[in-house]
Antibody, heavy 128, light 108 residues
Framework: EVQLVESGGGLVQPGGSLRLSCAAS????????MHWVRQAPGKGLVWVSH????????SYADSVKGRFTISRDNAKNTLYLQMKSLRAEDTAVYYC?????????????????????WGQGTKVTVSS | SSELTQDPAVSVALGQTVRITCQGD??????ATWYQQKPGQAPVLVIY???NRPSGIPDRFSGSNSGNTASLTITGAQAEDEADYYC???????????FGGGTKLTVL
């Protein structure tokens, strides 16, 4: 079964750090780009970060750039999100998601992308 | 604020057809991807690309695109379709990914 399982969430004080993990199984983890997406309580989905298949390329939302670091260990089939200088506004459920593949649809003249597998999420609460 | 705009809420009578829209300049170059999220659950991919459904998604779900607007249509809405729906694409620079604010669908 294709599966993503997040862990590492919890309660942390403002200014603190936390590392989230996402364990992948049932597919060739090293072949896929991966993403982190978060959702604050009662709010919508917000993309956080991406990493390509071998970890050589990453990108971040402006709201977390310089504070969060995405990484992966393909030997362990695990994705990580190191979070530092945490703020109250980082409080959210954090999901990891598999990127189905990014390609150009020549028939339609548009780029295609999708997150086809999601984990169940891990909750991060930043509060004193 | 999101670069993809969705109506906050839409309602539909059971068995009727509903269209959920997503607007943004980036949709002229990138297809919108659509996700369904039920309370307390992770999002689920329902439509990607021009009009592609992953395995297991009912064929009452379809997608379309025109200019800067993408639409998710549910033909013959069922009670189990009541959920939040999010569109997703890249931002206008193409460097980052963005989600729309989400549309809460109520099936009456």
């Amino acid at each position: 079964e294709v599966q993503l399982v997040e862990s590492g969430g919890g309660l942390v004080q403002p200014g603190g750090s936390l590392r989230l993990s996402c364990a992948a199984s049932g597919f060739t983890f090293s072949s896929y780009w991966m993403h982190w997406v978060r959702q604050a309580p009662g709010k919508g989905l917000v993309w956080v970060s991406h990493i390509d298949s071998d970890g050589s390329s990453t990108s971040y939302a402006d709201s977390v750039k310089g504070r969060f670091t995405i990484s992966r260990d393909n030997a362990k089939n695990t994705l990580y999100l190191q979070m530092k200088s945490l703020r109250a506004e980082d409080t959210a459920v954090y999901y990891c998601a598999r990127d189905k593949g990014y390609y150009y649809d020549t028939s339609g003249g548009h780029w295609v992308m999708a997150f086809d597998i999601w984990g169940q999420g891990t909750k991060v609460t930043v509060s004193s | 604020s999101s670069e993809l705009t969705q109506d906050p809420a839409v309602s539909v009578a059971l068995g009727q057809t509903v269209r959920i829209t997503c607007q943004g300049d980036s949709l002229r170059s990138y297809y919108a991807t659509w996700y369904q999220q039920k309370p307390g659950q992770a999002p689920v991919l329902v439509i990607y690309g021009k009009n592609n459904r992953p395995s297991g998604i009912p064929d009452r779900f379809s997608g379309s695109n025109s200019g800067n607007t993408a639409s998710l249509t549910i033909t013959g809405a069922q009670a189990e379709d009541e959920a939040d729906y999010y569109c997703n694409s890249r931002d206008s620079s193409g460097n980052h990914l963005v989600f729309g604010g989400g549309t809460k669908l109520t099936v009456l």
